[in-house]
């Protein structure tokens, strides 16, 4: 019986497509696997990887294409989009729409810089002032995260 699409993925799932969107091409189960037991302890089985990124090719999170007797798999929709729809779904389900209230906790939560509230506050300042005629729909794209430091 096939899986119903999932409209959002799994931690799991979205660790192996932040692979697959920084790669920017097609991958094998042994390519992700690599990059992923490259990041990581302990590492994954080959078999686990696989399993994974077919259940997911079925929920229709990836595109899978023949590739020798292999399979090429990418993304089925873009990062962006991906995150949005994330996004959405956690400001509904966990804030009940109030984006400041998600905006307070991912604040306490992230503890930013000096520097990243900066650029935050000019984010919003940009958010502000963009005219009424525009589509609200979140603005440009995210850029991605940095990377923690340790306080060490």
Not at 6 to 12: D, H, V
Not at 30 to 51: F, K
Not at 112 to 137: F, N, V
């Amino acid at each position: 019986m096939a899986r119903p699409k999932a409209e959002q993925p799994t931690p799991g799932e979205l660790e192996i497509l932040k692979v697959l969107w920084e790669r920017g091409s097609p991958a094998t189960v042994r390519d992700v696997m690599d990059i992923l037991n490259g990041r990581q302890e302990p590492a994954r089985a080959y078999t686990s990887v696989m399993s994974l990124m077919n259940v997911m090719a079925e929920k229709g999170l990836l595109r899978r294409s023949p590739h020798g007797r292999a399979f090429l798999y990418e993304p089925a929709t873009p990062r962006d989009r991906t995150l949005r729809s994330l996004l959405g779904e956690t400001l509904e389900r966990a804030y009940e729409g109030s984006a400041s209230l998600l905006v307070a906790h991912l604040l306490d939560q992230s503890a930013p810089t000096a520097e990243e509230l900066g650029r935050i506050r000019s984010l919003l300042d940009e958010y502000e002032s963009r005219s009424s005629e525009e589509p609200q729909q979140g603005g440009a794209p995210c850029r991605r995260p940095r990377t923690k430091r340790s306080s060490g």
